[in-house]
């Protein structure tokens, strides 16, 4: 059987698997309730930077297979299969993760469910969350258990979500009945085809799988973090140690980047609302590691200020400062939780007059942070610094030509917060070369 797909949420997750899964030959209508940026997406105006997304967008709008809504009558009545795609938000003030979102769908779509379908969430949710939709969706369907749940979390990078939504590396899948495994293998039977292992489970979990994952990734990240640490008062070198620690195949080089940390719409406030949820099950202890995880992570951002006022003589005061990036991440112009744009702040309070230059997030920072200044380029807003600090490893910034950018600084100082750039090229150019976790 051909199925219909709609997808209930048009940001970043829910716009990249529409598309993709029209690429692949689906019919489907994407829903939002904010009607400008369905407009703009009908027009094949993507509102984020994903690269190769627009492409596969417009291809699909063209050949009619991709078209988008703002109806829950008209996508209940096109689909069979219907894909929850929207955020889980930290709550203001708390760690715990916010589901409003998603039960405002069920209750909006459910209604109009008058026939047998399949409810796909696919958000990041505490555990317990899919059982709890389960039963509300079978209780507001007009269909009743005809309208099943199943959970199916996203394992999307930024910067390679196209990939990733067109070549998983696995998918999981949470289900309460055979017929919902039977239709979710139809649905995904292109990338099944090319061999992509599938893990049929429970919803508790499916809704595991992916918040596990982010601990972990998050727990290496400040693992190593936590060793530049020691480095810096052992007078030691990180990113040698780094180097040595991945040859070990127990351990591998992944996420073993030493640098300013981990930012971005996922990792945080998902190791936030892990711990949350943990505590409400009575568990909480065996999470309270991931408290010094995020909590590592955050002195990272501290200590790149701190290093940047060691370059600027001991304080900000008269200092021009030019910070490179601004995304959490290259390749993105996501700036959520930002550790670059944390830092550019956090100098700008101390007195320092902040430079910021990204090529892709420049606008959205902007519009986020519009005390600070930007630049056109990374020479512009390197005109008269006194300190240049890397903060996001654009490509464009790694292959900057330190004789080119030391032409346009007050002094020669550059703080490397990525560990991106070649420390003695830099300093055989005359740069005082500074960066987290190396002598």
């Not at 009607?35 to 994903?50: F, S, V, Y």
């Not at 039977?189 to 992509?196: C, F, K, N, S």
């Amino acid at each position: 059987m051909a199925y219909r797909l709609t997808m209930v949420g048009t940001g970043y997750l829910g716009a990249t698997t529409s598309a993709c899964m029209a690429e692949l030959g689906f019919e489907v209508l994407s829903l939002d309730v904010d009607a400008e940026k369905i407009g703009r997406l009908q027009a094949g105006d993507l509102p984020i930077h994903e690269p190769g997304l627009q492409e596969v967008l417009r291809r699909n709008l063209a050949n009619g297979r991709l078209r988008f809504t703002t109806s829950y009558e008209e996508a209940a009545a096109f689909g069979d299969v219907h894909f929850l795609c929207l955020g889980t938000p930290q709550k203001p003030g708390e760690y715990a993760a916010d589901v409003s979102y998603l039960d405002a769908a069920i209750e909006s779509l459910a209604p109009h469910l008058t026939r047998e379908c399949l409810v796909v969430g696919k958000s990041t949710v505490p555990v317990g969350t899919a059982q709890r939709l389960a039963d509300k969706l079978a209780r507001l369907a007009p269909i009743g258990a005809g309208a099943e749940l199943a959970w199916n979390p996203e394992f999307l990078r930024e910067g390679f979500a196209v990939k990733d939504t067109l070549h998983p590396d696995r998918i999981v899948l949470g289900v309460a009945s055979d017929r919902a495994e039977k239709v979710m293998r139809e649905v995904y039977a292109p990338m099944l085809e090319m061999g992509t292992p599938m893990v049929i489970t429970d919803y508790p979990t499916a809704e595991l799988v992916k918040v596990a994952a982010n601990a972990f990734l998050a727990t290496k990240i400040s693992f190593i973090n936590a060793m530049a640490e020691v480095c810096e008062a052992a007078h030691a070198d990180v990113k040698q140690l780094s180097l040595a620690l991945s040859f070990d195949d127990r351990i591998g080089g992944k996420f073993l980047n030493p640098g300013l940390g981990f930012g971005g719409g996922c990792l945080p406030k998902d190791i936030r609302a892990f711990m949350a949820r943990a505590g409400e099950l009575g568990a909480d202890q065996a999470l309270t590691f991931l408290r010094e995880v995020d909590a590592i992570n955050m002195r990272r951002r501290a200590r790149m200020v701190d290093l940047a006022r060691e370059l600027a003589g001991g304080s900000f005061r008269n200092c021009t400062v030019a910070v490179l990036g601004a995304a959490f991440k290259p390749n993105s112009d996501d700036i959520r939780d930002s550790p670059a744009l944390d830092v550019a702040v956090k100098i700008s309070e101390q007195g320092g007059q902040v430079t910021v230059y990204d090529p892709v997030a420049q606008e959205n920072a902007r519009r986020a942070h519009p005390r600070l200044s930007y630049g056109t380029s990374a020479l512009e807003a390197a005109r008269d610094a006194h300190v240049v600090l890397l903060l996001t490893e654009w490509q464009e910034f790694i292959t900057m030509d330190p004789e080119e950018l030391g032409a346009m600084v007050a002094s020669r100082k550059i703080v490397d917060g990525r560990n991106a750039l070649d420390a003695e090229t830099w300093r055989a150019a005359g740069w005082h070369y500074r960066a987290l976790g190396r002598p």
